[in-house]
C-alpha cells in the first residue's frame, strides 16, 4: 500500500515536472523565432550581442519612439532604463550580460504589461542592431 501511494506520488510530481520543461522548450523555440517569450506581463528575449550593444540600441529604439529615459543606469553587468508613454503608462527595461556576447533583455510597459507595446520597443531594439 506505501509503495504504491509512492509510486502515485512519483508520477504526479513526475508530470508536473515534465510539464513545466515542455513550457520552457516551447518558449525557448519561440524566443529563438524572433519572438521573445511573453510570460507573467513581461517580454523576455535573450540577444546575441554584448549588454553594451543592446543598451545603446534600447536607448535609440525609445529616442525613435519619443520615449525619453526617466531613469538610466549602466554598469558592465547590467542595465535599468525606465521612461513612460504619452497615456502615463510606465516602461521597465532590465538588460543582464549572459556572456560577453549575450544580453538577457526584460521589457514590462504597465503594471499588467501591455505584449503589443513590449513587442515594438524589443522589434526597434533588434532592428538598431542591425543597423
Known amino acids: 500500500m506505501v509503495q504504491r501511494i509512492f509510486k502515485i506520488l512519483f508520477i504526479g510530481v513526475f508530470a508536473i515536472h515534465t510539464a ?23 517580454l523576455h528575449k535573450d540577444i546575441d550581442a554584448s549588454l553594451t550593444q543592446v543598451y545603446e540600441a534600447t536607448l535609440k529604439a525609445l529616442a525613435e519612439l519619443e520615449l525619453e529615459p526617466t531613469e538610466d543606469r549602466k554598469d558592465r553587468l547590467t542595465a535599468r532604463i525606465r521612461t513612460e508613454f504619452a497615456d502615463g503608462a510606465n516602461v521597465w527595461i532590465d538588460l543582464d550580460a549572459i556572456t560577453a556576447n549575450a544580453t538577457k533583455m526584460v521589457i514590462r510597459v504597465g503594471v499588467m504589461g501591455d505584449r503589443g507595446r513590449s513587442q515594438q520597443i524589443l522589434e526597434k531594439t533588434e532592428d538598431n542592431l542591425k543597423k
Open 20 to 42: 513545466g520543461c515542455a513550457a520552457a522548450v516551447v518558449g525557448t523555440a519561440a524566443a529563438a523565432a524572433g519572438t521573445g517569450v511573453w510570460a507573467y506581463g513581461r
